[in-house]
């Protein structure tokens, strides 16, 4: 069973840093393409930054130089490092990667982790 389960979220004042990880289980054959999203509330979700296999990397303008995507391609690991946090960064934050197994190849979700910045 594949799972993506991420954690590091949390409360932290404008101006700060947060860390999240995206920790992905269960029959992978290979982990692939993995973006990270958010949803602020009445809001749509939005995709944050994506990484390829290779470390190719995309981010949100709203976010560059401040968001940093990486991964960890051995332990099965995404993460994405917030530095100067805003208070428009307020957010249920969702990893999603497209995960390859012995007898599919889809996209899985995290159950996300709330990240509120206070002004």
């Known amino acids: 069973q594949v799972q993506l389960v991420e954690s590091g979220g949390g409360l932290v004042q404008a101006g700060g840093s947060l860390r999240l990880s995206c920790a992905a289980s269960?029959?992978?054959?290979?982990?692939?393409?993995m973006h990270w999203y958010r949803q602020a509330p009445g809001k749509l979700r939005e995709l944050v930054a994506s990484?390829?296999?290779?470390?190719?990397?995309n981010h949100v303008d709203s976010v560059k130089g401040r968001f940093t995507i990486s991964r960890d391609n051995a332990r099965k690991m995404g993460y994405l490092q917030m530095n100067s946090l805003k208070p428009e960064d307020t957010a249920v934050y969702y990893c999603?990667?497209?995960?390859?197994?012995?007898?599919?190849?889809?996209?899985?979700w995290g159950q996300g982790t709330q990240v509120t910045v206070s002004s």
């Open positions: 990484i390829t296999v290779e470390g190719n990397t």
């Open positions: 999603s990667a497209l995960i390859q197994t012995l007898s599919t190849s889809t996209w899985y």
């Open positions: 269960g029959g992978i054959s290979r982990f692939g393409t």
